[in-house]
Nanobody, 121 residues
Framework: QVQLVESGGGLVQAGGSLRLSCAAS????????MGWYRQAPGKQRELVAT???????NYGDSVKGRFTISRDNAKNTVYLQMNSLKPEDTAVYYC???????????????WGQGTQVTVSS
């Protein structure tokens, strides 16, 4: 299986920046896409950004132009640079990885435990 550990969350003032990291470990054949999702209290989980092993990115509409996702394939780590943060960005941010565990298995999605991001007014 794949274990995902997020880091970098915290408290920041509106307009500030944070950089989240997510490192994948465990026993797997390969990891294809990785991404970030977030969930605020009382809200549905929503897409933040995804990136494939080839570098293709996709962003949620609410973060386009402010957030940047990147990936270090050699380290199996994905990053999320968050700039111009708004109070509406306050949420628990979850790392996700699409992994092929063995040569004969199907892809499966794994999730981290989440890291809290709080943006004050």
């Amino acid at each position: 299986q794949v274990q995902l550990v997020e880091s970098g969350g915290g408290l920041v003032q509106a307009g500030g920046s944070l950089r989240l990291s997510c490192a994948a470990s465990g026993r797997f054949f390969s990891i294809n896409a990785m991404g970030w999702y977030r969930q605020a209290p009382g809200k549905q989980r929503e897409l933040v950004a995804t990136i494939t092993d080839g570098g293709t990115t996709n962003y949620g509409d609410s973060v386009k132009g402010r957030f940047t996702i990147s990936r270090d394939n050699a380290k199996n780590t994905v990053y999320l640079q968050m700039n111009s943060l708004k109070p509406e960005d306050t949420a628990v941010y979850y790392c996700n990885a699409q992994a092929l565990i063995t040569l004969f298995s199907s892809d499966y999605y794994y999730w981290g435990q989440g890291t809290q991001v709080t943006v004050s007014s």
